[in-house]
Structures are given as C-alpha cells and as structure tokens.
C-alpha cells in the first residue's frame, strides 16, 4: 500500500527548485563582484560590453505596494539604529514592486553614479540590467538609483564622477535638489548671523 506524498517536503522541493531557478537567472557571465572604490563592493564588467546589451537581470519578490511601504519603513528603522541604510526595493509598476534584498542578488551590488553606464529596463515584471553605453572590461558597472530629492540628506553619494551632485537623487531632479541646497545654505547663514547678534549673557554677582 503506497503512502500519499508528505505535503511539507513537496513544499519544500518546490520552493527549493523556486530558489534554485532564482538563483540561475541573477547569474551573468557578463559580470563579477568586487571590493569597490564608490561603497562597499560592487559590480565589473567580465568582458567588453556593447550599448544596450542586457548583462544581468535584477531578481527578487514581487511584492504589492503596501508590503513595499512596510519593508522600507523597517529598514528605515533599522538604518536608523544601526546605520545600515541598504534598500534593494525596485518599482515595476503602479501595483508592484521588486524586492532584491537577496543574497544570491548579484545586481543588487550594483553602485549608484552620478554618470552611469547602465540602465533598468522592465520587461514584464522582470527587471534587466542594459549598457547605456559601451563598457570596457574591468569597468566598474553603476545606473541612476532614483531616489526621490526629498529624502536627498539621507543618500550621500560617492561616485567620484565631475557631474557629480554630491546625493543620490534621481537626475531628473537635480534642479531640484540644487534648489533645495541652495535653501539649507542661505538658511544656515542666516541663522548664524542671527546667533552672533543675540548679546551673551552676563554672570550674575553674589
């Protein structure tokens, strides 16, 4: 008498081949992780590297955008405790986003530039990473992060670039964020010379 199937290990066996199919999509031939000179390590173009090639694709779970806002608000916590401030959080669409924060997640290392040389494109709720540009062998790989110029403070940017803006903001609003500098310096100003008019007080005489 042949016994049913236990249901946990069919789970099991299947999230496994999930993971594993996973994993093999995140790879690339195009591309390796090394130590890097923006933050932390990052990702290098292997070969030569022709404009628009698709070098490595973006994995990770596609979560609605409720579980999105409850996952950045964690780490915005926990970057606020410990100063791990890393968010791998993708938008796709209007009602999903990607989550990368996956270990085997090669372009989740990808650094920010200020004058990148790849690019996101979404195809399908898969997210691919694409050359804007030729790139050399042994370049370091970088693309335009996106982060919204409200939260400018927050991101500093390292890339090293001459364009560079000095935050990680998306260049769509660096008018913006210019603007934004701009206001939080003549504020800072103001309030100094503000505090050298206060008189100092005197020292009581007992």
């Not at 404009?51 to 409850?70: A, M, Q, T």
Request: glycine share 4%.
């Amino acid at each position: 008498m042949s016994k049913e199937p236990d249901k946990t290990l069919e789970k099991q066996a299947k999230l496994i081949r999930k993971f594993k199919k996973m994993w093999n999509r995140s790879q690339s031939e195009l591309c390796e992780v090394r130590g890097s000179a923006i933050h932390g390590r990052g990702v290098y173009a292997t070969v030569d590297i022709k404009k628009d090639d698709k070098i490595i694709e973006y994995v990770g779970e596609l979560i609605n955008k409720e579980e999105s806002e409850r996952r950045a608000n964690a780490q915005a916590e926990l970057a606020a405790q410990h100063g791990d401030a890393a968010v791998y959080i993708f938008t796709v669409d209007d009602d999903y986003d990607l989550d990368g924060n996956l270990p085997w997640n090669t372009a989740r290392l990808i650094n920010h530039s200020c004058e990148p040389n790849c690019e996101a494109w979404i195809d399908e709720k898969r997210i691919f990473i694409h050359a804007l540009r030729n790139i050399k062998m042994g370049e370091e790989l970088s693309f335009d992060y996106g982060f919204e110029v409200d939260t400018w403070e927050e991101h500093p940017c390292r890339c090293g670039k001459k364009s560079c803006v000095g935050h990680i903001v998306s260049r769509t609003q660096w008018k913006e964020l210019e603007k934004k500098k701009a206001e939080k310096h003549a504020w800072a100003i103001i309030t100094k010379n503000a505090a050298k008019k206060i008189p100092a007080a005197k020292k009581s005489r007992r």
